[in-house]
């Protein structure tokens, strides 16, 4: 069993900076892509960066330069530093891992609960 759990989130006033983690916990053998996601009401859930285990990251064109990934493989952490947020930020963050949980074995693909990041204008 693999639990990831989010921490971080909440409200900030516009401009302002939020720092969100995601920890995997259980039967890891190796973390292949690590990344964010946010799905805003009524809308999709997208793409926000991925981190691989080469450490090669990628960003949606509208955090570029705003935000940052970065892991800890030795605590099987993901994280999420957003700097200069706007409203249009204000979504869920959902975490996703790819993992295999063995040797030679499939690859999993497991998501976080979700946390809640508001920005007011």
């Known amino acids: 069993q693999v639990q990831l759990v989010e921490s971080g989130g909440g409200l900030v006033q516009a401009g302002g900076s939020l720092g969100l983690a995601c920890a995997a916990s259980?039967?890891?053998?190796?973390?292949?892509?690590m990344g964010w996601y946010r799905q805003a009401p009524g809308k999709q859930r997208e793409l926000v960066a991925t981190?691989?285990?080469?450490?090669?990251?990628n960003y949606a064109d509208s955090v570029k330069g705003r935000c940052t990934i970065s892991s800890d493989r030795a605590k099987n952490t993901v994280y999420l530093q957003m700097n200069t947020l706007k409203p249009e930020d204000t979504a869920v963050y959902y975490c996703?891992?790819?993992?295999?949980?063995?040797?030679?074995?499939?690859?999993?693909?497991?998501w976080g609960q979700g946390t809640q990041v508001t920005v007011s204008s």
């Open positions: 981190i691989i285990s080469g450490g090669s990251t």
């Open positions: 996703r891992i790819e993992m295999a949980r063995q040797p030679g074995g499939p690859i999993f693909r497991y």
């Open positions: 259980g039967t890891i053998f190796s973390i292949n892509v």
